[in-house]
Structure formats: C-alpha cells, structure tokens
C-alpha cells in the first residue's frame, strides 16, 4: 500500500489535533468566530480563546459522524441531509459571506448526538482535522454492547484449503431442507411438511431499511422465491462451503459459505414451530446485523454478500434455510461443525499492554483487505506538496495480528407464558396463541387453546440472546382452527419486552441499556412492575395492538441470565483443580448454602460441570456417598433395635430419594439426558397409537356411570327429565351397561399396560449403559449402608430413579419431553394417568388398596404375575444378571461418533461439547460465581442466594476486590488469567508450591531467580500429572480463592471494556500503532451522495458510491480554500467572538449559543 498524506498525518498525530481560525455553528445559521480548537488524547473538542480561556464543544468523538461540504451553499441545499438547516433570507450572519468565498465545512455529531459545523479556511488544517476525525470515527464509544466484533476460529484452515483448492468433506448427512426449489432440477422431490413462517422484513415491530432490501434483492436476497421441503444431501467441506446436492447424481443444488454467517445466526428452532426437535435455521439475519453496527460510522446501505450461489454466482433466496435432521445426534454434530466455520462474536477492545503474535523472523503479513499495487493518493494534487515524495509505508504489520482483550457473551432467556386477560371478548371463533418473535420471525409458540377473554398457556421456551438484541416481542394470534398454525393468522396484539424487563434486577456491566444509538426503546410504566415482592419474576404487561392501544394484559415470566466469559486458558488451572476437587466438601458446602428453590439449577449446573470435564463417575459417587451418610446412621439404629416391628425399619426407607437433593436431581436429569433417545423409540410410537386408537380405559364405574347418563341425556334432548320417578328397570340397565362398559375397558387399559412394560422389558439391553452404570453404583451402595437382611429397600431406591423419575413423567406428560406434539386431553390424558399408576404400582411391588381405589383391584393380578418379571428387569439393568435380550434400537449412543477433527485446535474448546451440546466455559463461568469467595466479604454471609438468582457477573461496586491491573494506571492494561494477587481481609496471600499458586503454573514467570523453584515449575507445566500427590491435596477454600480471582479479572475486565476507546489504547509496541494507521485506512469510504466518511467493515460488498480515500476521495467534492487564509477569515467572519458574546463563566458552548437564539 502506498502512502498517501492521511498515512502520514495520523501516523504522527494520533487522533490529536490543534489549529487556528475557525468559524463554529450548533444549527449552521449563527456562526461564531474562535481563535483556535484542538482535540484532546480523551477525544474532547475543546476551542480557546487568545487569553486561553477554554470551552468544551463535543464531550466525545468517539464513533463520530462525519460530512463534508465544499461550501455552505452545497450543505444548505443537500436534500438528503435533514438535520442541516437552511439559512433564511435575512437571517444569515455576517460570517456566511457569498457562497462562492465559503470556505468547506465539516459537520459533527457525536454519538450522544451534539451537532457541531466547522468552517476551515485552511487546506492544512482541513487535512489535520480530517485525519483526527477519522481516527475518533474508528474508536468505539462507551458502553460493552459498542465493543461487539467478531473472529473467525477457522481461518487457519480454511485458508490452507482455499490456497491448495484441496478441501475434504467434514460432515456429510443426507437432510430434509425448506429452501428455494431449484426450477431445472428433476431430480429433487418434493415433499410435505409444515410450512416456514413467512419472514417480515418491514414489520412494524422491527427496525428496516427499504433502500437496503432493495439493495439486497440484486444479491440474491428477492424475499419472494418459492421455497418448500425436499430432500437433499448436505456436504460441509473443510473450505467453510456447505454444499446441498441431489441424492441421485450429486448435481449442486446452491452453497453457503459458512465464514460469512455469524454464531448468532445458526440457531436450533423451537419444536413447536415444525414439529420437529431436530432443526436448525441457517441465514443471514438483516435486523440483528444492523443491530450490531454503529449507526453513526456504518454506511446505511450496507451491502450482504450472497447468501446462496451457485457456480459462484448468487441465487435468489429468501435468506434462510431450514434444515431438519433424522437424529438428534446429526443435529449435534452439525451445529458444532456449523458454528466451527462460522464468525464468533465477542465484546474486546485492544490495550497497550498488547503485543503482536506475529513472530520476530516471520514474513510480514499483509491484510487481506489491503489493495496492492496502489499509486500515490492524496486528497488533491495541491496537498501532494505535504508530502515529500511517494513514500512507502514501511511495514505491512496488520491489525488482526493483535489480539484483543476480550470476553464472551451468553444471555440466557427463559420465559414462561402463563395466560393473557383481555379487556373485551374478541369476535370470531378460532384458538388462541402466542409467539415469541424476533428480527422479523417466530421462534417459538404455544399451543392453541379454545377462543376466550381469558387464554391460559402455561407454557415455557428458553433460548440464547445474541449480544446486541435489546428487546423481544410476543405476538397473540387468533387462528382460523384451535388445532392448527397458518399464515394468515390475525394479529390481535403485540407484547414488548424491553430492556427494563429483562434487566429488572439492574445488573450493572450489562449488554442491555435503555437508549441505543439514540432512538428511545418503549419501557413499561409502574403499573406494569412484578404481581409481589415474592414472585417479582411474574409480570403483567400490556397488550397493544395495531393502533398502539392497550387492549389487555400477558402474564408472564421472564428471566434473563447474562455472562462474561473469559477466553479458556484463564480456565485451565481451575479444570485441573476440580478434576481433583474435593467434591464431598462441594456438596455439603451447597447443601449448608443453596436455597431448595436452587437445587435444581445448582444441580444442573454442577452435571454439567463434571460431565464436560469427564469425572461424572466420581461425581455420582461422592453424590451417592454422601447422601447414603444418614440412610447408614438410619439402618444401623434399626439394626440394634431388631425386635421392633418390620414394618417400622421399612418406614424409614419408604420415602427414601422421593425428595429433591443434589443427588436425586442430578441422577434424573442424567438419565433423561442420556435416555431421551431411547424414550423417543421406545415410546414415540406407543402414545401415537393411543391417540389414534381413542380407546376407553377408564375403568371408575362412577365416571362411567357418570359418560352414559351424560350420553343418554344428549340423545334424549329436552324429552330428558331428571325429576322423572324412579324406575328399577331404568336403574338396573344402566349397572349393566356400566358393568359392561368397565369390563371393556379394564381390558383396554390391560392390554396398554401389557404393551408397555413388554415394550420396556425387551429393549432392557437397549437402555444406555451410562445409566445402567449410575443405577448398577447406586444399588451396591444402597445394599451396604442398609440391613445385611434387607434385599428390599434397594430395589425401592431403584424403582425412585429408573420410574418415578425416568418412565412415568415421560408416560404422564410426553409433550414435554418431545414425544408428541400436542397435550394429551380427554380419554388419551385419562390413559396414560392410569398407565403411571399402575407401572409405578408394579415398580414397587404394591398391590392396588380396595379402600383406596377399588377400582384398580383388578390390576393387582396383572402386579402379582409381572412381579418375578420386574426382579428379572432390576437384575438385568444392573448388572446382576446376563441380559440375553436383543438389541432392537438403533440409537446413536451405539453409534460410533464422527471425529469431526476440530479438538486439536485451540479454537474448538469455545464451542459447545458434542454431544448434548454444554457450553463447557459458561457453565464454569456459573460455578466461579457460585464459589466466588469475594462475595462473602461483601454480604458478611455464606449466602449464595444472590449469584443465583441475579443475573451474570456480580460487580465491582457489589464487592471488595483486589488491586485490579485496568486501574493501576492509565496505560497499565494487564489480563493475565489470575496473575493478579489475592487480598482478602486487607491481608495478602502468599501461596507455596503445592498449593494453589502452584497448580497456577501456565501463569506464572520460569525466569524466576530461585533455579529449583523454576525446575519444578516447568516440570508441572510439561506433566503436571508428576505431581498428583499436590493435586490430591486442593480443598474448597482453594476453589473458592481461584474463583474469587476469575470473577475479578473478569469485574476488572467489564470496567475496561465500559469505557470510551482511546487512541493510546493502540499504542502497545512501536508498530501497533501503524497496523491502526494501515486498518482505518483500508476501511474508511467516502459516500458521495451524502458527503459522508463512513467506515466500512471487512466482508461486505462496498457500494459503487463509495470512494476509499486511497483512491482520492476528497477530490470528488472539488474542495476551495481562500488564497488568503488568514485575510479571508477577517473579512468573512463576524465580529461576535466566544468571549465578547458569551459570559466567560460559562463553559459550555452549547448553552451559550442556545441562549442566544
């Protein structure tokens, strides 16, 4: 790249600018003449009189907008600039003077939306001041959410097979996909299936451009192309292209190119939308990108790049995909190869404590977005006399080489939609539904209820939040049909969940705030506060509808967890420590400290935790062994009292694991992690079948009794007369009918539960081994701490887990866990009630109570007979017995998974874990704060209540923290993963070797002056499994202290990344700086339509408009400066000075010159 005089004036200014002789205006009528302005290094514009009295303009340049105008007569009568005024007749200053003398004007508004003109006289102080500006265009303003960029993981791999043109095939799935119909292939067919919700790009919900879809259409992007579902072959090649092929003759159906879609935009959609668990949405999300620029640097008609092509061609699309996967295993390894390929998002910004990775010998790396080859270009030939020649630039040192200081996102949003009241009955007849829709689509509903005033869902969605999305809406639909979803569905009314809501708890540091970019986002008034202090999770929000009128009220619940997740190798040292962790003293500290309402969450999260880690075993183990702590002090006092009664020692085990504890919870939502597949066969087809079938298994002779006088009552009408006299033959036909009907019944619901348990008995070999494992533990364990003589009490601690809480919650409810896709209603609800109670009956071993429900009596043959069968099971499914049984599943944890080839990159560990898809670190993340022993200094308690239930990282202001390395100094930045040093109590902690300094061994300096000291060390850095026997010593004190310096780097880091950039935060080394010089220059347009600098990111088409100023773009506006600079502004300019108009108490202009008009 050549040097042009922008190169050179930035390279020596730095964003600092000072100069004489301007004339200023806040609305470009008044004008003001000031002797000098200059440009701080914190980005104020300040402007000085001859007597050094100061005054500040603009309080932040920061992401400034800036025009260009070669006379005020140019600016006055642009159409497309609204906020410039024009002059009135009679109403101009003496400092407009004619037209033709004007000298240029550069017009600036600030983030926060000051407006400032300048008029320069000067070409030399033009050039400065435009450089400067260009510079502060570049820094990013204050707030997290302003500091969003993206990495790509893959480049490294990507580019080594596009130079080679050498790529493999990573995944390969044959898929059914909802896109656009190839219109000349013959060899697709075509199949049914539910069909996408349309996309509205100009709801009234959603911010939209029409230049820009306008614009987009000529990419490809139409938003009218035929779409439907067919089959076809998906092929993900190591180039980031996904190819989609014919399953006859591989002809190419279109591509996507993965490096150009964003983390956020590969996304698993909601079951409720197409029935289906299994499917992801690919495509570019216009709404949220525009969310993710700054409005006042980022061009208006940005352009997206092709989202399909063919043949590297663009093909017309809709700009999204539906993909749907036959097993939930390919939807899993798809969505971490996807995301692999994809642009990851995170919040950073680059310190001076950086340094490049470039190493020392190695080939300078030029950006791929530099032009070779360029001719000296200056802004006019007159300024080529600043410069000394076509000077080259030196160095090819590339901003992408540094890498910033930054953490990752996760907003994680649950809500709960619980009914909706409407002020009036709405007309019509039709189900009513909710959705939950954002960047102009649905992403969740609810099921359908019967038309009413008063609709009660009660139905939850959970999803992750991109960074930039400051509000979610929910729509309420009335359907033509209380079963079935359409397009056409009418629009009753709009819900708006605003940052307010979401961020009710008012977390500090967060993504969320309330003004973005200036436009007002809508807020809830008071009314619309929590039902109760107790719940303040529950609110009620209005419902508007088109006409913005509030037409009723949503009760809902919405809880939104944000958190700031430091880059893995701040982790390392904390994995090793809880691969060894003493996770007995975990478990009573959360015992001693976790609400019951937490236990859940907690357990979860630890699950998970664990799981990702790869000591799951040991987890359930110290789990098992703690909870069997009482069950042994139990059965060792009814041991010594053997001449009690036998059913008194089987009283005390009667309810034993039915409760919730640690263990309990997390061994159940194991097993249904692991067996959710094997729930799907095993049952998927059963409960279809009772659906169609629509038999009667009510076997209650009083609801019976009850459906047949009900029939007869309908089939006789208004002849029907309860008051009619008694009649004995009437009586008596009515037991018979009754009798019979239960007989029939009872052999309905007979022959369901034989189907059943034959169903899970033969697939006993099918079950997973990973829960055979956990229950195989959990039997031995429960047989030792529990009477030589009893063989009962383990089997019923069994039936608590693989029935209780795996068969029968799946049987009472198969909507939730993904089995059907309605609510089971009526005779098929009533069903599966008595399926449950009779396999959970005959789990253990109880016969049906005549007292109770006789009714079931009838069943307990059925018991006694399967009885042996049972034992046979629990044998079986532990391991005590040889399971002669089949296979007859197929099930992917049978199958061998695909290596995708992606663990040994650095870039792999962030993304989620394959399978079950855990996102590793945010659940680490969830833990530090859990154990965080900061906190305890703050609150004065052992409470955890408060990191639970608020939302992400507590902050600086919310507890004592150390020296932090952001506030040493101004320019003392320094992020090393728990370098800094722990204060606790005003005093400091000095750790040993073999202690926790120690197992912190990737952070600490090997140059040290003690030689054994560093031998050591770099012996645990080589094979830290050499010192076991130190590992073996951590305790929950070291846990809680490693945690306690990870919340403060990452508290630290949050308060860097809140405020304003600077340019000294590019300062780091002696070329830093010039790869800042090399970036905004590579990436700085002029727009000539609007005379506008804008800065345009890497990876988007740049419009024809568009004049990089390597290519002279100022030269297109064909600038004039007075020859006399210094006579032209005596002349020109008004006597009216800052001094002489304004009291020189005053220091802002902006009040002064309002006074004034």
Known sequence: MKSTVFHKIIKRDKGIFHGRNFSISTDSVTWIHVYSLFITPEGQLFSSEENENHYLLLQSLQSCHVQVFPNMSSASTTSQLPTLHRLKKGAASPASGTSADDPPVIFIKTFDNEKLYIKVTSKTYFTNLIAALMVWQFMKPQGLVKKWYWESGSQQVVEESRSHSQSISVLVCRCKVYGPIPSRNKNITIVNGPKAPMFNPNSSFEHSDSSLAQLQNQHGGTDNVSEGWFYAMGVLKSDGILNFITELDGTLLYSVDMTTIFSSEIRQVHHSIFDNSNTLFLGQLRMLRLNNTIKTVSPSDQLLPPFLTKDGKPTPNNGRLMIQFPLHIDLEDWFVGLNYFARREYIGSFSPKIKSNQKPNSPDIQSEEDVSGIQDTTIDESFASTMTGSETLKTKTSLSEYKRESFRVTKKLKIDLIEAKFDKDLPGEGGIYAEVYMWGYPWSRTAPVKHANNPFWKEEFSTDLPISTQIVHILIKKGTSAKRYSPNDELVGTVYLTPDILNKQGRPNSTLIQDANGTKIRGHDTSEAPLNSITNDIVRLSIYDSSNIVIGKLVLTANLKEFHILSPTHFKSFENMLAHAPMKDLIKYCNDTIPTSEIESVSMLLLDVFQTLGVEDDWFKALMEMELVNVDMATRKNYAKKSGSKSSSNNVFNTLFRGSSI?????????????????????????????????????????????????????????????????????????????????????????????????????????????????????????????????????????????????????????????????????????????????????????????????????????????????????????????????????????????????????????????????????????????????????????????????????????????????QSKDSYDLGGGSGEIQLNGQRNVYQIGSLEFEKSEFLDLAGDDETEGFIKSLCRSNEDIFSFIASSITLKDLQKRSYTLCNTINDLEQFLETQEVPSNYQGDSQMWEALTNEIMSHTYLDINRNAIVFIQGGVFVPSSYKSFIYKALSYLKLRFPENDVANIATSSSNTSLSSAYKPEKKNIFKRILKKT
């Open 663 to 967: 263990f309990s919870k997390s061994l159940e939502n194991y097993n249904l992690r692991i067996g959710q597949e094997y729930l799907e066969k095993v049952f998927g087809d059963f409960f279809s079948k009772i659906s169609t079938d629509k038999k009667n298994c009510e076997v209650d002779p009083r609801y019976v009794r009850a459906a047949i006088v009900a029939a007869r009552k309908g089939d006789a009408g208004s002849d029907y007369d309860d008051s009619d006299d008694y009649d004995s033959d009437e009586e008596k036909e009515t037991d018979d009918a009754v009798r019979k009907q239960v007989d029939s019944n009872f052999q309905n619901l007979l022959g369901y539960c034989e189907e059943i348990w034959d169903k899970i008995c033969k697939t006993s070999k099918d079950l997973p081994e990973q829960i055979k494992k956990q229950l195989k533990n959990f039997r031995t364990k429960v047989e030792l701490a529990c009477d030589p003589e009893d063989k009962v009490t383990a089997l019923n601690c069994l039936s608590a887990f693989i029935f209780l809480r795996f068969f029968c919650p799946a049987i009472l409810n198969p909507k939730l866990f993904y089995l059907t896709k309605d609510h089971q209603t009526g005779d098929s609800q009533r069903t599966l009630t008595l399926l449950a109670k009779v396999l959970l009956n005959l789990a253990n071993r109880q016969e049906f109570s005549p007292h109770k429900e006789p009714h079931l009596v009838r069943m307990n043959e059925f018991l006694k007979r399967q009885e042996e069968n049972l034992f046979d099971y629990y044998d079986k499914i532990t391991g005590r017995k040889n399971d002669f049984n089949e296979k007859i599943l197929e099930l992917s944890h049978d199958m061998k998974r695909f290596d995708l080839g992606l663990s040994d990159t650095s870039t792999s560990s962030e993304l989620p874990t394959n399978p079950y898809l855990i996102d590793k670190y945010h659940r680490l993340t969830e833990l530090v704060q859990l154990l965080d022993l900061g906190k305890y200094t703050a609150n004065g308690h052992d409470s955890v209540t408060g990191s639970i239930a608020t939302s992400g990282t507590p902050s600086v202001s919310q507890s004592p923290r150390g020296p932090s390395p952001y506030r």
